[in-house]
């Protein structure tokens, strides 16, 4: 990547779900640094460099760069940034209703650092979302698949097969976000949410789909291929 792309991978617009924290934190910063200086008090100018570093954080942490799927059609792309921490065979998530028999089951880790927008691995419709309160375990942890908090979609292809999305909540994270709704259809690597602040999102495949990828691979997501329906 050349440094001008970097650049805009970095300074790429954030999601609307920093707009809070953005506006929270530039206003602490603004009137903390002004009476700073205008009573030369070193505990308002410590307070407006540490809401100045958070804001910047923000900014980082909830970037949103432009993501080009491939044009293929019947691939499952990566829903997220991160590492890859397990591939192994399991059933998927009981509250999606999708039945008992094990199908390839793809975690990522999503550090602080990554990007933390969660793209659709396919194209389909959504035709289930359940929530799941638990617990907020770290998240590279495999346990974590079924004992932390987490948002769990099943997407239904065209030809009727099923893949299902999980949006799992880490050891700080706290929010899980999900924009879109059952019924809705969707393309593959458009957004659907979001969760904060470190994370891991699962993608199970259909039955007798195989994964390309490997544990410790680096996924991006809406773009990295994760599998292939037709092979």
């Known amino acids: ?42 505990i308002f100018r410590g307070i407006g460099t540490a809401s100045g570093l958070f804001f910047g954080f923000c900014l980082y942490f909830f970037r949103d760069p432009e993501r080009i799927a491939p044009a293929r059609e019947g691939l499952v792309l990566a829903p997220a940034d991160g590492r890859i921490v397990s591939i192994e065979k399991i059933a998927p998530p009981v509250e ?37 309160e638990g617990k907020f375990l770290n998240a590279s942890l495999d ?34 976000v999900c924009s879109v709704k059952e019924g809705e259809r969707l393309e593959a690597g458009e957004r659907f949410g979001l969760i904060r602040f470190g994370s891991r999102t699962d993608v199970y495949l259909p039955p007798g789909v195989e994964p390309l990828v490997e544990v410790g691979q680096t996924m991006i997501g809406g773009e990295t291929v994760v599998a292939e329906l037709d092979a």
């Not at 809070?20 to 700073?36: E, I, K, N, Q, W």
């Not at 698949?145 to 994270?173: K, W, Y």
């Open 1 to 42: 990547m050349s440094l001008l792309g970097s650049l805009k991978f970095v300074l790429s617009r954030p999601h609307r779900e920093a707009y809070p924290f953005l506006g929270v934190s530039g206003a602490v910063t603004v009137a903390a640094r002004y009476l700073g200086w205008r009573r030369n008090c070193p």
């Open 96 to 132: 999606l209703g999708m039945g008992e028999t094990p199908v390839w089951r793809v975690a990522t880790f999503l550090s602080v650092l990554d990007v933390h927008v969660n793209c659709m691995p396919v194209a389909g419709t959504v035709t289930r979302i359940a929530y799941h």
């Open 143 to 176: 346990k974590a698949s079924t004992d932390n908090e987490r948002n769990a979609m099943s997407i239904t292809l065209p030809d009727g097969r099923m893949v299902a999305v999980v949006q799992i909540a880490g050891l700080i994270a706290r929010r899980i």
